[in-house]
């Protein structure tokens, strides 16, 4: 059961805020039996909860803290802690540097500190950082976004999900999705001349070629673009499959 290949369900994918059919960025990476929340931007949660609930989850990771990628734990948190999910365990919970004591920040209402380790338990990312979760392997990567971010690598049964978080193009980026089945790549800005910690359409496109990857889906789209032009400029510059990352697609 757990000798399955990585499978994405997008949770949601838009930026920097939900839109009435798209939460943010989020995504459910499954095999078999096991069940990774990565990202959990804005509005996520929600969606999460058609397929698997917080207490079947076997981690959470998390790429950066901008809300649009994190946001929803803040909402975990309390559904862990004073609603109808009783937790054999803290969910195991990757993220960067820092990441207990930002919740902790926001949760804290009162003289003493929120036991965010009550439900989290926390490992904080570093470049290279390798973890086994279930039948999936993770490799994270430090990736250039302006602020500690990471991207990921996910392998099981012979295949590979790369997922960039927020970055600029870098060398990192294509290290880790080297021949990888499938790249979700970020595709936020309209052009690279005005946004030099994300990814252009065409710059996906070239991650993707450079990397040698499979298949390309495109993710955290801008909002001054439809998803038909990023995958069509995506297309210009990586001659394999390019898809959108829908709500609710499954790849």
């Keep these: 059961m757990d000798d399955m290949p990585p499978r994405l369900t997008v949770l949601g994918s838009a930026t920097p805020?939900?839109?009435?059919?798209?939460?943010?960025?989020?995504y459910l990476v499954s095999s078999g039996d096991t069940r990774i929340w990565m990202d959990a931007g804005s509005g996520t949660l929600g969606p999460?909860?058609?397929?698997?609930?917080?207490?079947?989850?076997?981690?959470?990771?998390?790429?950066?803290?901008h809300a649009d990628h994190s946001a929803d734990l803040l909402t975990a948190y309390y559904a862990v802690r004073y609603a109808d999910i009783a937790l054999a365990a803290p969910i195991p919970l990757y993220g960067p540097a820092g990441i207990a004591d930002r919740l902790a920040g926001f949760l804290t209402n009162g003289p003493s500190r929120s036991p965010i380790e009550s439900a989290f338990a926390v490992t904080e990312l570093y470049d290279g950082h390798q973890t086994t979760v279930g039948s999936l392997r993770l490799t994270s990567r430090a990736v250039d976004h302006g602020m500690p971010a990471y991207a990921v690598r996910m392998e099981g049964a012979g295949r590979s999900l790369v997922y960039s978080g927020d970055?600029?193009?870098?060398?990192?980026?294509?290290?880790?999705?080297?021949?990888?089945?499938?790249?979700?790549?970020?595709?936020?800005?309209?052009?690279?001349?005005?946004?030099?910690?994300?990814?252009?359409?065409?710059?996906?496109?070239?991650?993707?070629?450079?990397?040698?990857?499979?298949?390309?889906?495109?993710?955290?789209?801008?909002?001054?673009?439809?998803?038909?032009?990023?995958?069509?400029?995506?297309?210009?510059?990586?001659?394999?499959?390019?898809e959108f990352a829908f709500p609710g697609g499954i790849f």
């Design 17 to 26: 805020y939900p839109a009435v059919d798209n939460p943010c960025s989020g």
């Design 48 to 65: 999460l909860q058609r397929y698997v609930r917080l207490d079947e989850l076997d981690a959470i990771w998390i790429s950066h803290l």
């Design 167 to 242: 970055t600029a193009p870098c060398r990192s980026l294509t290290e880790l999705a080297e021949r990888c089945d499938v790249l979700l790549c970020e595709a936020d800005s309209a052009r690279a001349e005005v946004d030099a910690v994300h990814h252009t359409p065409e710059q996906a496109g070239e991650t993707a070629a450079a990397a040698r990857a499979g298949r390309l889906i495109l993710t955290h789209i801008g909002r001054s673009l439809t998803p038909d032009e990023a995958t069509a400029r995506a297309a210009t510059r990586f001659d394999g499959p390019v």
